[in-house]
T-cell receptor, first 117, second 116 residues
Framework: AQSVSQHNHHVILSEAASLELGCNYS??????LFWYVQYPGQHLQLLLKYFSGDPLVKGIKGFEAEFIKSKFSFNLRKPSVQWSDTAEYFC???????????????FGKGTKLSVIP | DADVTQTPRNRITKTGKRIMLECSQTKGHDRMYWYRQDPGLGLRLIYY???????NKGEISDGYSVSRQAQAKFSLSLESAIPNQTALYFCATGGRLAGLSTDTQYFGPGTRLTVL
């Protein structure tokens, strides 16, 4: 079965520090990749997504992610974090279309980011 | 108005009670999903539906049932609630059948369910 690993459970950074959150997946075929953010007490919001094309994807709020197929990775980055980025971040993977059941998203367990002012 | 709404937002119930969580969407999407979120476990798929005649079990469907009453409505039921079903439940919608390769899921605000 496909799995998604987010290596860091909790990351603590000071404002203006750079951020990189790791995401690795186990499926070897075509994949669609997503990062979602969940601010405290709120629902999941889409940060960015990758379907095909340029492996460097830019999302909202200054976030970007790079798809490295050879490493089965889709790491999230931001050059300079702000206190308002404090949230939980989820990586999700879906197999490229190959028939029934292939639209399920598999989520990582999430990484909590705490940004200290 | 929110595109994906869930009712109730919070519910406390007792073991053995039947509970229904409701989800409605105005995005016109064909596909709808129910997830549960537990601390440290991320989101896990309970059931999903690609249209009103299509219901599929997800990763953790035991103890749950669903009903797709209309394209815009997808309900989750716990027939006899138990304490380990205490969790945050999210409904999500995603895309149209015509756009299978570019489906993106959009989440509702969540229902916090506590089973005593």
């Amino acid at each position: 079965a496909q799995s998604v690993s987010q290596h860091n459970h909790h990351v603590i950074l000071s404002e203006a520090a750079s951020l990189e959150l790791g995401c690795n997946y186990s499926y070897g075929g075509t994949v669609n990749l997503f990062w979602y953010v969940q601010y405290p007490g709120q629902h999941l919001q889409l940060l960015l997504k990758y379907f095909s094309g340029d492996p460097l994807v830019k999302g909202i709020k200054g976030f970007e992610a790079e798809f490295i197929k050879s490493k089965f990775s889709f790491n999230l980055r931001k050059p300079s974090v702000q206190w308002s980025d404090t949230a939980e971040y989820f990586c999700a993977v879906r197999k490229g279309y190959s028939g029934a059941g292939s639209y399920q998203l598999t989520f990582g367990k999430g990484t909590k980011l705490s940004v200290i002012p | 108005d929110a595109d994906v709404t869930q009712t109730p937002r919070n519910r406390i119930t007792k073991t053995g009670k039947r509970i229904m969580l409701e989800c409605s969407q105005t995005k016109g999407h064909d596909r709808m999903y129910w997830y549960r979120q537990d601390p440290g476990l991320g989101l896990r798929l309970i059931y999903y539906s690609f249209d009103v005649k299509d219901i599929n079990k997800g990763e953790i469907s035991d103890g749950y049932s669903v009903s797709r009453q209309a394209q815009a409505k997808f309900s989750l039921s716990l027939e006899s609630a138990i304490p380990n079903q205490t969790a945050l439940y999210f409904c999500a919608t995603g895309g149209r059948l015509a756009g299978l390769s570019t489906d993106t899921q959009y989440f509702g605000p969540g229902t916090r369910l506590t089973v005593l």
